[in-house]
T-cell receptor, first 113, second 112 residues
Framework: DTAVSQTPKYLVTQMGNDKSIKCEQNLGHDTMYWYKQDSKKFLKIMFSYNNKELIINETVPNRFSPKSPDKAHLNLHINSLELGDSAVYFC????????????FGEGSRLTVL | GNSVTQMEGPVTLSEEAFLTINCTYTATGYPSLFWYVQYPGEGLQLLLKATKADDKGSNKGFEATYRKETTSFHLEKGSVQVSDSAVYFCAPTSGGADGLTFGKGTHLIIQP
């Protein structure tokens, strides 16, 4: 059973489209994150949720909207996709905030054409 | 906020060579320190950690010692294998809700 699972793993789409990535964790953690990894492997946090409440919202275009229906799920919806959105998006979870022990999903590679 | 400086990669070594990947950090307070590893096509996974000065974290033959006086947390392994080829990330905790500040990652390539 995968601890943190993301779907889809690959996503190829046209500019201007809207897409969603889903994430689920079965670890019983109360904190979930979305990270963006660019082509140079640089990781940047986008959002952090604790017990379904948004606690971190980094400087991310408002075309990106996270949603946490419950503690085990954190989805990411992206409107009006742009070329620069092409990246690998990682979901992660942890027990509490500030612990540093994150469990990552395998990533969702988004390619915008 | 925190920041991390890691060696630029790629670092290419032969199998059984000694590995050091340097990491220095700036942080307020007393962060915990982590090394994460990302194998090709996978997400990051925790490799080792140290929570206070002079602590040594170790796992899978890798070691790193929390050096508060030099604000460093260098990763070492005595004899690398081809299977160690991956990207390695040094990360102190930020003390905030975002959990970690990742370095830019060091791509390690081990040749047989």
């Amino acid at each position: 059973d995968t601890a943190v699972s993301q779907t889809p793993k690959y996503l190829v789409t046209q500019m201007g489209n809207d897409k969603s990535i889903k994430c689920e964790q079965n670890l019983g953690h109360d904190t979930m994150y979305w990270y963006k990894q660019d082509s140079k492997k640089f990781l940047k946090i986008m959002f952090s949720y604790n017990n379904k409440e948004l606690i971190i919202n980094e400087t991310v275009p408002n075309r990106f909207s996270p949603k946490s229906p419950d503690k085990a799920h954190l989805n990411l919806h992206i409107n009006s996709l742009e070329l620069g959105d092409s990246a690998v998006y990682f979901c992660a979870s942890s027990q509490g905030t500030g612990t540093g022990e994150l469990f990552f999903g395998e990533g969702s590679r988004l390619t915008v054409l | 906020g925190n920041s991390v400086t890691q060696m630029e990669g790629p670092v290419t070594l032969s199998e059984e060579a000694f590995l050091t990947i340097n990491c220095t950090y700036t942080a307020t307070g007393y962060p915990s320190l982590f090394w994460y590893v990302q194998y090709p096509g996978e997400g990051l996974q925790l490799l080792l950690k140290a929570t206070k000065a002079d602590d040594k974290g170790s796992n899978k033959g890798f070691e790193a010692t929390y050096r508060k006086e030099t604000t460093s947390f260098h990763l070492e392994k005595g004899s690398v294998q081809v299977s160690d080829s991956a990207v390695y990330f040094c990360a102190p905790t930020s003390g905030g809700a975002d959990g970690l500040t990742f370095g830019k990652g060091t791509h390690l390539i081990i040749q047989p």
